[in-house]
């Protein structure tokens, strides 16, 4: 999938489903020797990076992995709801994540960065959302996977 005949998807150009396995293997290496991040993950299983890469995927352009897998939208949601996830966690998870992608040399153009970074805020916004006191419903809504794309802002791409 791409947003325009001859630009590859997000997904595509950073390097697909290897990329991001890559990149979800290191962090949460990180993850579970952070201070602030290990106790909410202390009970995540051994697969849980590789389900997030996955996730990330479908967000991204990729296959439709997860959402054939795991269920979606509904299922992502709703394994958030009651984690009561604070800020300060969802920062840090941001922050460690944006520092994970130099350290696995995800591409570091401002336009893939860009796309890749208003994701990644916009969805831990929304795991603080689901995590919250009062959530929106989960359950049933038929809501699809976000799909974030170039949108404005296309690669830039020399003419060769």
Avoid at 49 to 56: I, N
Avoid at 95 to 108: I, K, N, R
Wanted: negative net charge; without cysteine; charged residues 20%.
């Amino acid at each position: 999938m791409s947003d325009a005949p001859g630009i590859p998807s997000v997904y595509e150009w950073m390097g697909g489903q290897e990329a991001l396995d890559h990149l979800t293997e290191v962090f949460y290496g990180h993850v579970h020797k952070d201070p602030v991040l290990a106790p909410v993950f202390a009970a995540a299983p051994p697969e849980h990076a590789h389900h997030v890469a996955v996730w990330l995927a479908e967000v991204f352009g990729g296959p439709a992995g997860y959402t054939a897998a795991h269920g979606g939208h509904d299922r992502m949601a709703g394994r958030h709801l009651g984690r009561g996830i604070t800020e300060e966690q969802r920062r840090r998870w941001v922050s460690l994540l944006m520092d994970t992608a130099d350290e696995v040399g995800l591409p570091d153009d401002p336009e893939f960065r860009a796309v890749f970074a208003y994701y990644i805020e916009w969805g831990t916004r929304m795991a603080l959302v689901y995590s919250g006191p009062n959530p929106p419903p989960v359950e049933g809504t038929g809501a699809k996977v976000p799909r974030w794309g170039w949108n404005q802002t296309p690669p830039w791409q020399p003419k060769a």
